[in-house]
């Protein structure tokens, strides 16, 4: 008996052709399969830079940076979901299953145990940075203000005259 007209497949590049964007590198995966392998089995130290937010706009006035990976301590404000609003300090990054904990967002469960509930770091705010060394090193070397102002390597009117001096 024949198939029905849905059980047919479409032919292959039909199928690619529909979801293909162009591809700048050879070497890396535009495969969904593949990005969401790597995704889900990174190690932790990728983890961290996943599990970024943005700053918020005094923040990026004064470090002209954009974004930071979350850490405890931080103080950040939930600007997407449920949560919508809330503000408090991070008590956990729970890196294993991609989510911060907050403090003072909490639920009861049905047992009438309060839980800390998880919030995905790029549905929040920083508001309040923890800095210390190695925070700071960070936003000297991803302030874009300090970037620019050096021409991104472009040799100056100075630079090519101490070149003719040899």
């Known amino acids: 008996r024949p198939l029905s007209r849905r059980h047919v497949p479409e032919p292959r590049f039909a199928q690619n052709w529909l979801l293909c964007r162009m591809k700048f590198s050879p070497s890396v995966s535009s495969s969904r399969r593949k990005s969401r392998k790597a995704h889900f089995n990174a190690p932790s130290s990728i983890r961290r830079i996943i599990m970024s937010s943005a700053l918020s706009q005094e923040l990026r006035k004064k470090y002209h940076v954009r974004s930071m990976p979350v850490r405890k301590d931080d103080e950040v404000s939930v600007v997407r979901g449920t949560y919508k609003g809330r503000e408090g ?78």
């Open 89 to 166: 300090k991070v008590i956990q990054c729970y890196r294993k299953k991609w989510v911060i904990h907050i403090d003072r967002i909490t639920r009861e469960k049905q047992s009438g145990a309060t839980v800390q509930v998880g919030i995905h770091p790029s549905k929040c705010v920083i508001t309040k940075l923890k800095l210390d060394k190695d925070r700071k090193a960070i936003l000297e070397r991803k302030n874009k203000e300090a970037k620019s102002a050096k021409g991104k390597g472009k040799f100056t009117e100075q630079d090519v005259a101490m070149a003719d001096v040899d």
